[in-house]
């Protein structure tokens, strides 16, 4: 699978609403994305279709960072991404703690293609590639697990990979 439709056209001042089990609710830009501390990763992309691509240089924060930035609360479990083509993709919480999971901006030295989810992404290289949601729009912390797209349709929350979790 690569995407479920077409690139969805998104306004160039797009923002990224957090929200949910946090304390500080926010609307985030990619310049004040920008702000906070960020990495370039090389990392390996894994479709649960089977192919892969490796050797992606990513730039973004971490996951990490923005959990502590927000101020995560005890009550919540899981996170729940949301994309401006409708696309959810959800994760554990505690799967989602990982510094590899980038909301990231660039991809080796450019500014993210639209194609490939610009301007703002999650990579998850510790999961299958459609826990990685393009086009970001929102990150929703939960105190319970809400089924994203593909999860809805059977294919696994947890997603990992090595252990080839393809579907419930
Ligand atoms: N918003 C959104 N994100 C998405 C998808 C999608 O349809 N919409 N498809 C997922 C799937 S199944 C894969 S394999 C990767 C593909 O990423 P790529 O287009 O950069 O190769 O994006 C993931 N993220
Ligand atoms: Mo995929």
Known sequence: MLSKGEIPSIPHDSTVEVWGEIENELTVSLDE???????????????VTGWSRFDCL????MFPTLAEHVGVREEASHVLFHAYDGYTTDLPLSECLFDGLLLAWALNGEALPAE??????????HKYAYKG?????????TSEPKR??????????SANPWKEERYV
Do not use: M, N
């Open 148 to 157: 994203g797209y593909w999860e809805q349709r059977g294919y696994s929350s």
């Open 133 to 141: 949601a393009k086009w970001l729009s929102g990150i929703e912390f």
């Open 58 to 61: 990513f730039h973004g924060v």
């Open 116 to 125: 490939h989810g610009g301007p703002l992404r999650a990579v998850t290289p």
């Open 33 to 47: 994305f920008k702000t906070l501390d960020s990495e370039t990763q090389r990392q390996d992309f894994h479709c």
